[in-house]
């Protein structure tokens, strides 16, 4: 192989020069592919910590009354159906999350997940409204 020094040499510095180019540009690239990345895992996790923060944690209790979620609810039939079945009673919690729930109707138990699960709340309690009968003036 021949030097550059040389004149008649095929590694003159016309052909370095390009070369030397493409690898500082391919490099360059690199950097910026490994800057990307890092700025997209930095950002994952900060999201994933935004949202686990947000996550509302479900404290039950044993004789509590809950709502099961309808997990097989058709879409299209009966649009206006409730999600939700029930009320239960929880009979057991496990430290795994699943709740064992007695159904007040049927007196069947079964385990859920937690998830599946929303606290019940009675309804509104009314006073007797007093009625009042409007009659036409005497004039």
Not at 107 to 136: C, W
Request: charged fraction near 30%; aromatic fraction near 10%; proline fraction near 5%.
């Amino acid at each position: 192989m021949k030097f550059p020094d040389e004149p008649d040499s095929l590694c003159t510095l016309s052909i370095i020069e390009p070369i030397v180019q493409e690898v500082f540009e391919l490099d360059c690239k690199n950097k910026l592919e490994e800057d990307f990345l890092d700025n997209l895992e930095i950002e994952d996790k900060e999201t994933k910590v935004f949202h686990v923060a947000r996550i509302s944690k479900k404290n039950f209790t044993v004789g509590q009354k809950v709502l099961l979620q309808h997990s097989k609810l058709k879409f299209f039939p009966g649009k206006l159906r409730s999600r939700w079945l029930g009320p239960h009673v929880i009979t057991k919690i496990f430290a795994n999350g699943a709740v064992e729930i007695q159904s007040l109707k049927t007196k069947n138990t079964f385990k859920v997940n937690d998830h599946q699960l929303k606290e019940y709340r009675k309804g509104f309690q009314t006073e007797p409204v007093e009625i009042m009968y409007l009659e036409d003036p005497i004039l």
